[in-house]
């Protein structure tokens, strides 16, 4: 309570129950009890409730009187942290941080020790990247709270953010020896472990890191970071060996991730196309079921090793059925060579099974290839010539593709895709009708039928159309602002500007904004 303005006990404890209120959001009751007080003439101009009562107004939406109220109670009251406290909270609101750190700072002048306010004040500062007075405002928390392990944590984070990595350490290894009793499964002792060991790493104490791995591992609880972290450190302290060694144990449990595969081959130091060929090859082996160590190698052969390569997965992936083959693929297309290989392969494919069901006449193989192995290649080529811009044939092998099998979803999302960036949005939008009515169960296809419906300007039937999976009884726009649904409130929002109703735009404009801001 502000010692020039004091309440006598009845209405201090209005005054506690306004506090109360604001914490626990029940803004209407923290008003009436505003009132009570202010109602009272020996009271009518009390700068501390009428900026409370300003903060509440601010909450309920009320920007101008919210200012109001709270600039009379600090006229009223300067020498209250509470109403420059108050007037701090309504600048940030407003995104007028230097003002708000102004307003922090005089609070703090009147009450130094207050550690909501130097939590506030903190926190501004990261945002404004002011380091420096971050870092003392860190400090005085952790001398206010020298228990608390977020106070310790913010202090090391200080100097860690203005690249003092031994300052940081330092204070993390104090902190963490004061942790005598440690249960097992820790999980805030063990991110404070690892975030003593992400420091050593940018500070490139890697020897010191892996010191710190072993020491610790029992207390760690996040393994896989621990066996990750090691056989990078190995290799970037050359000891290729033991990194060799790990890549292989993070391979054996993992053997579809793409940076295990480049650690182990850096471990192993190809100078050739062949060896580097042959790193992977010895993988396939071990894992023939596994897709990676068959993909990444067509990314550095080249001629007929890649040709090779490159038909035997494509094979492989259309006897499969694999609908994101084109996909896993695309970065190939990079390279004009390669992509003229993919396409005569699988129009060779197309033609070949047409004629006989294998890919080609030429196999020895007498089992005839599935009929979905032509409608994978249809959809491949539609995909292909739609990213080379040649609509026309994309078209053609999409439509070839569902008079094949005109139940797959698939296709007609390609079809989507494909009249989207030809810039027909409207027919776009009636071939994701046309695939969200083969299975109306399904959320995704709703989801961007929905939003090509905005993009071609149909806001009500897109309103329609979520309606399916929003909840009863409320309508569909309502719900989905509850939600924070942030791609229907901008799709939305461009489709009012497009239409010219500027009032709806920037009506959404401001939901947008709200969501981000609060």
């Not at 020897?207 to 970071?225: A, G, N, R, S, W």
């Not at 719900?479 to 229907?488: K, Y």
């Amino acid at each position: 309570m502000s010692p020039s303005q004091p309440l006598p006990p009845r209405e201090n404890t209005l005054f506690k129950r306004i506090l109360k209120c604001y914490e626990q959001k029940q803004y209407k009751n923290g008003l009436k009890f505003a009132k009570q007080i202010l109602c009272n003439p020996k009271f009518s101009e009390h700068g501390e409730t009428l900026a409370m009562k300003g903060l509440t107004l601010s909450c309920l939406g009320r920007k101008e009187d919210a200012f109001e109220h709270v600039r009379r109670g600090l006229r009223n009251d300067l020498k209250s942290h509470v109403c420059w406290h108050v007037y701090g909270l309504l600048q940030r609101s407003e995104k007028k941080y230097e003002e708000a750190i102004k307003c922090y700072r005089n609070a703090l002048k009147l009450d130094k020790d207050n550690i909501q306010i130097l939590r506030d004040l903190s926190l501004l500062q990261i945002q404004m990247r002011d380091l420096e007075g971050y870092k003392d405002t860190r400090y005085q928390l952790l001398v206010l709270r020298p228990t608390q392990r977020a106070s310790w944590i913010g202090y090391a984070m200080a100097f860690h953010l203005i690249k003092d990595y031994e300052t940081a350490l330092k204070i993390l290894e104090e902190f963490r020896k004061t942790q005598v009793m440690v249960k097992p499964f820790d999980y805030e002792h063990s991110e404070l472990l690892l975030y003593q060991a992400m420091v050593m790493k940018e500070a490139g104490m890697y020897d010191e890191l892996l010191m710190h791995l072993d020491t610790f591992e029992p207390q760690i609880v996040d393994k896989l970071y621990i066996s990750e972290t090691r056989a990078e450190l190995n290799l970037l302290l050359e000891n290729y060996a033991t990194a060799e060694a790990l890549y292989l144990e993070l391979l054996g449990r993992n053997p579809e991730n793409w940076a295990y595969y480049e650690g182990f081959e850096k471990s192993r130091r190809p100078s050739t196309e062949e060896e580097r060929l042959a790193v992977y090859r010895e993988r396939a082996e071990k894992t023939p079921r596994a897709h990676a160590p068959k993909r990444l190698p067509l990314n550095f052969t080249t001629g007929e090793t890649f040709t090779q390569l490159i038909d035997r997965f494509l094979r492989q992936a259309l006897h499969k059925g694999i609908p994101p083959l084109f996909v896993t693929l695309r970065k190939l297309y990079c390279e004009r060579w390669k992509v003229e290989t993919i396409e005569n392969l699988v129009l060779g494919y197309v033609e070949s099974m047409k004629s006989c069901s294998k890919f080609n006449p030429a196999d020895d193989d007498s089992v005839l290839e599935p009929p979905t192995v032509l409608l994978w290649a249809y959809a491949f080529l539609a995909q292909h010539y739609d990213y080379l811009g040649n609509t026309a044939k994309a078209l053609e092998y999409v439509n070839t593709a569902i008079e094949h099998t005109p139940t797959l979803i698939e296709l007609y999302v390609i079809k989507t895709k494909i009249y989207k960036h030809a810039g027909n949005v409207e027919e776009a939008v009636r071939c994701l009708d046309e695939a969200q009515s083969l299975d109306t169960a399904d959320r995704y296809t709703n989801s961007k039928c929905a939003k090509y419906m905005l993009r071609a300007n149909m806001i009500k039937e897109a309103e329609e159309m979520c309606a399916k999976f929003t909840r009863e009884g409320v309508s569909a726009v309502d719900n989905l602002n509850e939600m924070q649904c942030m791609w229907f409130e901008t799709e939305s929002m461009r489709a009012y500007q497009r239409l010219g109703k500027w009032g709806e735009a920037l009506k959404k404009c401001h939901e947008v904004d709200r969501v981000r801001t609060v």
